[in-house]
């Protein structure tokens, strides 16, 4: 039996400080044709974010971080039929984004931000991410601990899409992300990464973002520019490909487009 190929989703930070390419693609014309040179490239959702959750990073209010991307969706939408998600924690901007034509919403509080995330999730009708978080993005680094991460971490996944469906959420549009860097150590990243199947195990699509993290060079001491972790990136999401996750969200799109490519031709040939 052939594998399924994840689907490739590509990061378009509209920030001026995220960890991998802060002020890259701030500007909107750079953002537009940074969106459409990943869609080249082989993604086919794109993951639009104007607010960076990197260690220690500043709040964005609503007000700016909807002048950031909702114009860019709505650039997009005109010009292409590109599945989108909106990379938000805010239930405000997951509105906006969605009615400008968003798919997806990417949370990576889970619909904890706000006390009605579940309800207007719900009433979006769209696909949600719920990633899982230690604390908050400015703290989610301190001194994170558990007794058993993968144990802790499947069952918060698990009472947040409880928590999701019943508030109107159907099952279906339900997606389950481990939240590998966000207030995790070095050994908790690589245990979640090897109980991969026991995540997917679980019946919901996952969606796995490791893309240079910094993890990557706590094992590989040259790789201290986010850049210089393109090799690590890719080991960590085609093993996730062979763990059966859904998606794969990255900065490298050719380079993971190419790679996977590879990965199933070998499978292929291997029937």
Known sequence: MIQAVPSVMGVVNVTPDSFSDGGRFFDPAAALSHAHRLIDDGASILDIGGESTRP????????????????LIRALRAESEVTISIDTM????????????????????????APDAPEVAAELGCEVILMHMRGEPGTMQDEPRYDDV??????????????AMAAGVEREKIWLDPGIGFGKT?????????????????????LLGASR??????????????????????????HGAACGVEAVRVHDVREMSQALSVWKAIGAAGR
């Open 213 to 238: 993290k910094r993890f990557i060079a706590a094992i590989d001491p040259r790789a201290q520019d986010a850049r210089d972790r393109l090799g690590g990136s890719l080991a960590v999401h085609l």
């Open 90 to 113: 805010k239930p405000g901007v997951a509105r906006a984004a969605v009615e400008a034509g968003a798919h997806i919403w990417n949370d990576v509080a889970a619909l904890r931000f």
């Open 150 to 163: 993968v144990a802790e971490v499947e069952a918060f996944l698990l009472a947040r899409a409880l928590t």
């Open 56 to 71: 220690g990073a500043d709040p964005v209010s609503e007000t700016d971080e909807i002048a950031r991307v909702v114009p």
């Open 186 to 206: 070095l050994e908790h990243n690589l245990a979640l990464l090897a109980a991969l199947p026991r995540l997917n195990a679980l019946g919901y699509r996952v």
